[in-house]
């Protein structure tokens, strides 16, 4: 496994040792001792999550305040652009983001630690994206960024306009969005 730190250093992108012949393909999607020594972070999972989306289906971008949710995220099938963006007040790179395409063929993962609005954009026909997470879900403390707030400025390659669900349309923008100490 070879972790790399992105330009927000606490969003790491992880890419597993893919052994693959003609038959197909292996590797470990997910090893905790190995993501522990390479990083020094101990992960407790709770509940993996499992989203299947059309092309230009864009999630996001949510999150939770109270209970808020590490999430390793990887593709299993499609390609998507997954984005994370830093609402720690606290943090250097406070209202920053990071954009990585995720695919089937790359195998690669990412690590979004608590404290991140999460979301993604589909980029082939079909997209099934699994992510664990740290904490549980909770409906009454969601939070949706506008995705396409200005202020933040993520440069989603848009072919088109996206396909948003009606509480994506709603997301705050950044200067009314509640964010972390």
Not at 81 to 91: E, G, N, T
Not at 127 to 142: F, I, M, N, S
Not at 165 to 175: F, H, M, N, P
Request: aromatic fraction near 12%; charge should be neutral; glycine fraction near 6%.
């Amino acid at each position: 496994m070879k972790v790399t730190p992105t330009a927000i250093p606490e969003v790491l992108l992880i890419e597993p040792r893919v052994l693959a012949d003609a038959r197909g393909f292996f590797f470990e999607s997910f090893n905790q001792r190995a993501f522990a020594q390479a990083t020094g972070l101990q992960l407790d999972f709770v509940q993996d999550n499992h989203s299947r989306s059309a092309q230009g289906v864009l999630r996001g971008l949510h999150y939770q305040i109270e209970q808020p949710q590490g999430k390793w995220v990887r593709v299993v099938r499609g390609r998507v652009f997954d984005v994370a963006v830093d609402l720690r007040r606290s943090s250097p790179t406070f209202a920053r983001w990071q954009g990585v395409e995720l695919s089937e063929d790359n195998h690669r993962q990412l690590w979004i630690p608590p404290g991140f609005a999460y979301g993604f954009l589909v980029l082939s026909e079909r997209a099934d994206v699994l992510y664990k997470v740290t904490a549980h879900h909770e409906p009454g403390d969601e939070h949706r960024l506008a995705w396409n707030d200005k202020q933040i400025g993520i440069e989603w390659p848009l072919q088109a306009p996206p396909l948003l669900r009606e509480k994506d349309r709603r997301g705050l923008a950044w200067q009314q969005a509640p964010c972390f100490p």
